[in-house]
T-cell receptor, first 110, second 115 residues
């Protein structure tokens, strides 16, 4: 199974953009790149996903490298509510099981 | 839309008793659900895949006789922790595939404490 690598932790100042990187050098052509985040004491929530093109939604943007071996989740203006663990995951289909790595723990400084 | 409701949100039970956790898809049908366990400061660990109308598929190292999973309908999956012990104390989370998309929605989790 293709694996992802993320920094263990990152810090951001409130109101500033945050770029969360993810490396997935063994990604296959059919793998979708997904991002989830988990706030303290809650279940994870879906953030965004993409295949080849960059994606935007109300929560974030996803920038995918041309060779697809890395991607970056962009939070345009970090708020205190964005402090969470962010997980980058590769999935092939709707019914693939999601295997979570350690993720990146994002701290937002007021 | 695509909400998964998980109950209870927390439970305390005595060692040796059994506890049932419910996971319901509120506004969609979930043919496949997943159960995770999470210890403090750790990532989620997949325990099993629950398919409606068939036996669950357990991940390696997960005791199927201890963690009973039932997925009898398209909107309900249950996890029963049998003969619970303090080491079973953990945060249990279910998830289901979002119809028409490629993402998943997760329950809010159940904090189990065995005393």
């Amino acid at each position: 199974d293709a694996k992802t690598t993320q920094p263990n932790s990152m810090e951001s100042n409130e109101e500033e953009p945050v770029h969360l990187p993810c490396n997935h050098s063994t990604i296959s052509g059919t793998d979708y790149i997904h991002w989830y985040r988990q706030l303290p004491s809650q279940g994870p929530e879906y953030v965004i996903h993409g295949l080849t093109s960059n994606v935007n939604n109300r929560m974030a943007s996803l920038a995918i490298a041309e060779d697809r071996k890395s991607s970056t989740l962009i939070l345009h203006r970090a708020t205190l509510r964005d402090a969470a663990v962010y997980y980058c995951i590769l999935k092939k289909t709707s019914y693939d099981k999601v295997i979570f790595g350690p993720g990146t723990s994002l701290s937002v400084i007021p | 839309g695509a909400v998964v409701s998980q109950h209870p949100s927390w439970v305390i039970c005595k060692s040796g008793t059994s506890v049932k956790i419910e996971c319901r898809s509120l506004d969609f049908q979930a043919t496949t659900m997943f159960w995770y366990r999470q210890f403090p400061k750790q990532s989620l660990m997949l325990m099993a895949t629950s398919n409606e109308g068939s036996k669950a598929t357990y991940e390696q190292g997960v005791e199927k006789d201890k963690f009973l999973i039932n997925h009898a309908s398209l909107t309900l999956s249950t996890l029963t922790v049998t003969s619970a012990h303090p080491e079973d104390s953990s945060f249990y989370i279910c998830s289901a595939s979002i119809q028409g998309g490629y993402g998943y929605t997760f329950g809010s989790g159940t904090r189990l404490t065995v005393v």
